[in-house]
């Protein structure tokens, strides 16, 4: 339907969290890609700021390499840091 | 209260014009943002309408010689009537809503405390009104040919009833207006007839056909409720 390139969108619900991203939209540009991201992801209030990215400018990785980019942290339980004492207090550990 | 029923009315008539966009736009995303404007001037005609009276009576029960908009938010949004035309409808949507952000503007600034509680919110929601067609009007202008072309087609024949739209705050008015043509490669269209009447209930005959549709319903069910 739309010959215009592809935007992901990543919105910031408030101050201090990250952005995150909403999905992704058509548009001409990158300031018309902004705009529609307005009116598309944050029309319920949903955000405090907004990134718009080419969606051909992302680099993912594919799914037939999740075997070797992902599985080989399975069984590596010393990465995760549940070998310590929580100190009393400490909130979003 | 004369002024924030004119102002009532160009706002909801607009919104029923800019709702005939609803599943026609280009692309999806244009669809929600003209969907989107047209809301926001739905709402910003009920505050203004309340302040008049029952806002669906006025809405709803009145005829075309008792509604006070400006012709210019009665015209169909293309060449003719049911031909929308996009290129149009920015044209339009840029001269609109300039005026509306400076009225709404004056409003805030008004001793009036309802008046200023409605201009307040409705100076956001202009300034993005105002921000969608400027943005249009840049691409439209300067993209091809036949965008150039519809857009200027567009200014030409909507500029005369600019006029009205803009009484009283002409000069400032073209101080936002005509920068945003200049910076689009668009000729400002030189002021020749000068068409009005709408403030005084003697409109085109655009808007009946608008009224027909906008009404039919509550016509048929007096009351009805969602």
């Not at chain 1, 339907?1 to 058509?26: C, K, Y």
């Not at chain 2, 949004?77 to 290129?87: I, N, Q, S, T, V």
Request: hydrophobic share 40%; with cysteine; glycine share 8%.
């Amino acid at each position: 339907m739309s010959n215009e390139p592809l935007w992901e969108v990543f919105v910031r619900p408030r101050r201090g969290l990250a952005h995150t991203h909403a999905g992704s939209l058509h548009a001409p540009d990158a300031g018309m890609a902004l705009r529609h991201a307005r009116d598309l992801y944050t029309r319920r209030q949903e955000g405090v700021s907004i990134w718009v990215v080419p969606a051909a400018e992302i680099t993912a990785s594919s799914p037939d390499e999740k075997d070797s980019f992902f599985d080989p942290a399975a069984d590596k339980i010393y990465r995760h840091p549940t070998f310590y004492e929580l100190p009393e207090g400490v909130e979003h550990l | 209260m004369s002024e924030l029923l004119a102002l009532g009315d160009d706002a909801l008539i607009a919104a029923q014009r800019l709702s005939e966009w609803v599943s026609r736009a280009p692309t999806l995303e244009e669809d929600v943002a003209l969907a989107n404007i047209a809301l926001d001037q739905l709402g910003a005609a009920r505050l203004l309408l309340s302040t008049a009276g029952d806002e669906d009576e006025l809405a709803y029960l009145r005829d075309g010689p008792q509604f006070r908009n400006c012709l210019l938010a009665e015209l169909p949004l293309g060449p003719a009537r049911g031909d929308l035309d996009f290129a149009w409808t920015m044209a339009w949507l840029l001269l609109l809503s300039s005026a509306q952000l400076l009225r709404y503007t004056d409003l805030a600034a008004s001793d009036d405390e309802l008046a200023a509680g409605i201009g307040a919110k409705t100076v956001k929601e202009s300034t993005y009104h105002l921000d969608h067609a400027h943005q249009w009007t840049l691409r439209l202008g300067g993209g091809t040919d036949e965008s150039h072309r519809r857009v200027q087609e567009a200014l030409d024949s909507l500029w005369p009833y600019a006029h009205e739209l803009t009484e009283g705050i002409r000069d400032r008015w073209l101080a936002l207006v005509e920068p945003i043509l200049a910076e689009a490669g668009l000729t400002r269209p030189a002021d020749r007839w000068q068409p009005e009447g709408g403030r005084t209930g003697r409109h085109t005959e655009h808007l009946g056909y608008l009224l027909a549709e906008m009404q039919s319903l509550h016509r048929a069910h007096p009351g009805a409720q969602w």
